[in-house]
């Protein structure tokens, strides 16, 4: 299967700091990056959907201005959490999907954010 | 709308067979079924398109119809490496995003 990346795989921060996340496609080109949320023993929760090149598409309730996402290139998107709180700590996973027609996304390892 | 998984949850001795399920309220276009670690990310296994179809590979195998907008995924002479949860995700027929049901997990005792 795809390999996807992420980095960094644990942060810790302290309350009102931003965190960047990156995902990279290691041997596929991304046309579409989703983020996901997952919380602890509970299922993945879609946050927002990039395209490369274009603003992403956030899901009814994911604050835009909080969770910024740039997908630059065909291999990299970011997730920035800004001004991160405590109930932001959650365990974040990007997936990235190879092109049109080919709907299977492969999911990075995650990443685990702590905000102190 | 998100599918619904059952069992939320099985405990089986290693050897034994287990079926998830995952079933939705809207037309599908096709689903899609993962396997969880903890701590891990999601590992793609197998996806099945609308028009109704099976796969499988080694022990693990899946059904999926299409009518009954269900699927199903079988477990046969299960092995401690299958513990984990799954998901199953369903893509609707627009095909914009795929929604993940709430998971099973499955724990296999030696």
């Known amino acids: 299967g795809a390999v996807v990346s992420q980095h960094p795989s644990r942060v810790i921060c302290k309350s009102g700091t931003s965190v960047k996340i990156e995902c990279r496609s290691l041997?596929?080109?991304?046309?579409?990056m989703f983020w996901y949320r997952q919380f602890p023993k509970q299922s993945l929760m879609l946050m927002a959907t990039s395209n490369e090149g274009s603003k992403a598409t956030y899901e009814q309730g994911v604050e835009k201005d909080k969770f910024l996402i740039n997908h630059a290139s065909l291999t990299l998107s970011t997730l920035t959490v800004t001004s991160a709180h405590p109930e932001d700590s959650s365990f974040y996973i990007c997936s990235g999907m190879a092109g049109r027609g080919t709907d299977t996304q492969y999911f990075g390892p995650g990443t685990r954010l702590t905000v102190l | 709308q998100q599918p619904v998984q059952s069992p939320q949850a099985v405990i089986l001795r290693e050897g034994e067979d287990a079926v998830i399920n995952c079933s939705s309220s809207k037309a599908l276009y096709s689903v899609h079924w993962y396997r969880q670690k903890h701590g891990e990310a999601p590992v793609f296994l197998m996806i099945?398109?609308?028009?109704?179809e099976q796969k499988g590979h080694d022990k693990i195998s899946a059904s999926f119809n299409e009518k009954k907008q269900q699927s199903s995924l079988y477990l046969t002479a299960s092995q401690l490496s299958y513990s984990g949860t799954y998901f199953c995700?369903?893509?609707?027929?627009?095909?914009?995003?795929?929604?993940f049901g709430k998971g099973t997990r499955l724990h296999i005792l030696p």
């Open positions: 099945l398109l609308k028009g109704g």
């Open positions: 995700g369903t893509l609707p027929p627009q095909r914009d995003k795929i929604i």
């Open positions: 041997d596929f080109q991304a046309t579409t």
